[in-house]
C-alpha cells in the first residue's frame, strides 16, 4: 500500500501542473460528510476494468481494478498490490451525478483529499465515468482509474 502511495504521489507531482493547466473542471468541490446512498441507482454490486498499455509514472495504475459499491460506500481494490486493498469511502448519487469522497474505517478522509464528482453511464453491464470535478493536486489517480475505461460488472 506504501508503494503504490509512493507510485501515486510521483504521478501526481509530475501530471498536477499540466492536469490543472488543460482542464478548468478540475477544481475540487471541497465537500464533506456525504452521506452515500444507492437511491435506486442500480450501481450495487462489484465491477472490474483493466488498465494497461500506460507509460512512465501512469504505469503505476496499470493491472486490474475492482470497485464494489454496497449501501452508499464503495472499496477499491487493485491488483498490483500485495492484498488487493485500495481504499474506500462513501459515495453519494444524483440523477446520473456520482460524487465519491474516500475515507478512513474512522470516517476521516485519507488518500484523495476532497470530493470527486463524476457523471457515470450504466449500459447493461458497462459502467462509465466521465470527470466533472476533483481536486487534481491530490487525486489524479482516482481520476485516471475512473475515467481510463469501462468498467463491468462481475
Same mark, same amino acid.
Given at each position: ?16 501542473? &499540466? ?9 475540487g #468541490?471541497?465537500?464533506?460528510?456525504? %452521506? ?14 483493466t ?18 459499491? $454496497?449501501a ?6 487493485? &491488483?498490483?498490490?500485495?492484498?488487493? &486493498? ?10 446520473? #451525478?456520482?460524487?465519491?469522497?474516500? #475515507? &478512513? ?15 457515470? $453511464?450504466?449500459?447493461? $453491464?458497462?459502467? %462509465?465515468? %466521465? ?9 489524479y ?5 475512473? #475515467? ?7
Amino acid at each position: 500500500m506504501k508503494r503504490l502511495a509512493l507510485r501515486l504521489g510521483v504521478a501526481l507531482a509530475l501530471f498536477a501542473t &499540466s492536469a490543472a493547466a488543460g482542464s478548468a473542471a478540475a477544481q475540487g #468541490t471541497g465537500a464533506s460528510g456525504i %452521506t452515500g446512498t444507492t437511491g435506486g441507482s442500480g450501481l450495487s454490486g462489484t465491477y472490474k476494468t483493466t488498465i494497461s498499455g500506460q507509460s512512465g509514472p501512469l504505469q503505476a495504475f496499470e493491472g486490474i481494478w475492482t470497485i464494489k459499491f $454496497k449501501a452508499g460506500r464503495y472499496t477499491w481494490k487493485h &491488483s498490483a498490490e500485495p492484498g488487493g &486493498s485500495v481504499d474506500g469511502g462513501k459515495y453519494k448519487i444524483s440523477g446520473s #451525478t456520482i460524487t465519491f469522497r474516500d #475515507t &478512513s474505517a474512522h470516517g476521516d478522509s485519507i488518500g484523495c483529499q476532497g470530493s470527486g464528482k463524476y457523471k457515470f $453511464k450504466l449500459r447493461g $453491464k458497462k459502467l %462509465t465515468f %466521465t470527470l466533472i470535478s476533483d481536486p487534481v493536486n491530490s487525486c489524479y489517480g482516482r481520476e485516471v482509474v475512473l #475515467t481510463t475505461g469501462p468498467f463491468t460488472k462481475v
